[in-house]
């Protein structure tokens, strides 16, 4: 609680994305209260397609939300001089699975 989070837009106006602190977290961290209501609606729903090959596909599609209080930093090994000026970082999975990066 009392971090700030960003929600990103679900609609083609990129100025529907909002910021807000998270104030309670509750039914097993499944449910966030906000300092105030969303303004816009964020779309989420599972989408189900054919692929061209006719396969059936289905697509969770839900907003991005990123945490704007803390910070992630990825960096080289400072006693290499090799790696020292940069990092690299991937979170890659098979295309019919997609992938989840989680960084704690």
């Known amino acids: 609680m009392g971090d700030t ?11 529907q994305a909002e910021t807000r602190v998270i104030t309670q977290i ?7 209260s906000f300092n105030e209501p969303l303004t816009n609606v964020h779309y989420s729903n599972t989408e189900s397609y054919t692929r061209w090959d006719g396969a059936p596909v289905t697509v969770p599609i839900r907003a991005e939300v990123g ?12 006693d ?5 000026y940069g990092a690299h970082l ?4 098979h295309s019919d699975h997609g992938s989840i990066g989680r960084i704690e």
Do not use: E, Q
């Open 67 to 78: 945490v704007l209080t803390r910070n992630v930093i990825i960096r080289g090994d400072p």
């Open 80 to 84: 290499s001089p090799k790696t020292m």
């Open 5 to 15: 989070i960003v929600i990103a837009s679900t609609d083609f106006d990129h100025n």
């Open 26 to 32: 509750s039914n097993s961290g499944k449910t966030l």
């Open 90 to 93: 991937m979170i890659h999975g």
